[in-house]
């Protein structure tokens, strides 16, 4: 099975904690990007008829859909070694077990054998007090890199980069000064405390998107939130597009007002920044994340199409999206990966963050995780007039 897209929520157990406290941006993205979490060393590990069953004590994070690291398998039957490495959990049959599709002979599988949630396999070349830049590992990629930085509570700034010498010093940046001084803006918390709050966070080598719900430690009806990014997207331009590196961000300092022109919102401004035309000139260029249906509202509370379900086959109405300069005149210039939007209205009535749905049409042999992407504060009470439903791609490939 392909392992390359990496699923994370703070709803699996034992998952990192995002919260209003100076370095737990950081904490998440070391996790999920670079290291992995929650090493559990296994009772037993069995294969039975093309099933690997994983045994354990306690608690472990992974989830159906999600990649776990597997270690340590030292005997068993002929090719044992190759259950090491990445595999993608399809099934969760007990409390301490989870279960993975393999082709190897049926038998016990012996060693001092761990299994954690596998991390996306992103390097962290620099890194200073609650600062760090992170870099795709993948030969493929355009090599840019994501400063972050998180000495703040409630937010993080957040800055784009063609190349950096240590974690202060960097060329090529996006933003650059001009255009927002400082970086642009994620939102950790509405409230300065260690309150966690809820995030998904769905990667590939390449790229990751990151959906925040800020104002849930105000309240729990408070669920909706933003979707941003960094990486490399899918460049559309033939030959190559040794720019299509994209930062989504906000220009708003306040949290709970960070929905600006997120990855599946209304695109009020060009906040979706590259380091360069297409044309690899220039310096960095602002861009905005629109459907292939051709509307700019919110993913969810769309009426391009009518409400959800359908009225005429009941259907969910799929789309993805794309970068481009301009809101109405632009073509495309590259594909976001992974996100998935809809353009009908009244999905927050029928879908909430981590909602898993199966594909259909084009996207058929996946399975969706549902996000709420909000045109509102994201310290109120969600309507579906504000709030709508987006979707992201936790098979993969997404390239």
């Not at 379900?309 to 990966?337: E, H, M, N, Q």
Request: with cysteine.
């Amino acid at each position: 099975m392909d392992t390359s897209v990496k699923y994370f929520t703070s709803a699996m157990a034992n998952a990192p904690v995002l919260s209003g406290t100076v370095g737990s941006m950081i904490a998440l993205l070391d996790a999920c990007l670079k290291d992995g979490f929650d090493t559990k060393t296994l009772t037993s590990l069995v294969v039975v008829g093309g099933v690997a069953t994983a045994t354990y004590t306690g608690t472990h994070a992974s989830l159906v859909d999600g990649v776990v690291q597997i270690a340590g398998v030292t005997g068993g039957p002929a090719g044992f070694a190759g259950l090491n490495g990445e595999q993608k959990i399809t099934g969760m049959p007990g409390a301490t077990t989870r279960t993975f599709a393999t082709a190897l002979p049926d038998g016990t599988y012996t060693g001092t054998i761990t299994m954690k949630v596998a991390p996306a396999g992103w390097l962290k070349p620099f890194s200073g007090t609650n600062l760090a830049a992170y870099k795709s590992a993948d030969v493929a990629s355009t090599g840019m890199l994501l400063r972050v930085d998180d000495t703040a509570t409630t937010q993080c700034r957040v800055i784009g980069y063609e190349a950096m010498s240590d974690v202060n010093t960097g060329a090529g940046p996006f933003p650059t000064t001009a255009q927002i001084s400082g970086g642009g803006y994620w939102p950790k918390s509405t409230v300065a405390t260690s309150a966690p709050v809820a995030w998904v966070l769905v990667a590939d080598g390449r790229t990751f998107l990151i959906h925040i719900a800020p104002g849930l430690p105000q309240s729990p009806s408070f669920m909706q939130g933003c979707t941003r990014g960094f990486g490399d997207a899918i460049a559309l331009k033939p030959g190559g597009d040794a720019f299509a590196c994209f930062l989504s961000h906000s220009v708003q300092p306040g949290s709970a007002s960070m929905y600006d022109s997120a990855l599946d919102g209304t695109q009020a401004s060009g906040y979706a920044v590259f380091p360069r035309s297409f044309a690899g000139v220039g310096s960095a260029a602002q861009h905005f994340c629109l459907p292939y249906t051709g509307q700019n509202i919110l993913s969810g509370a769309d009426s391009t199409f009518g409400s959800f379900p359908s009225l005429v086959d009941g259907s969910l109405k799929l789309s993805r999206r794309y970068f481009a300069t301009t809101v109405t005149t632009a073509p495309p210039r590259a594909d976001c990966p992974g996100l998935v939007s809809s353009p009908q209205t009244l999905l927050f009535d029928s879908f909430r963050m981590n909602d898993r749905i199966p594909g259909a049409g084009a996207f058929a042999g996946r399975t969706l995780v549902a996000l709420n992407p909000t045109q509102a504060s994201m310290s109120g009470t969600p309507t579906t007039g504000n709030t709508g439903a987006s979707f992201v791609d936790v098979t993969g490939p997404w390239r």
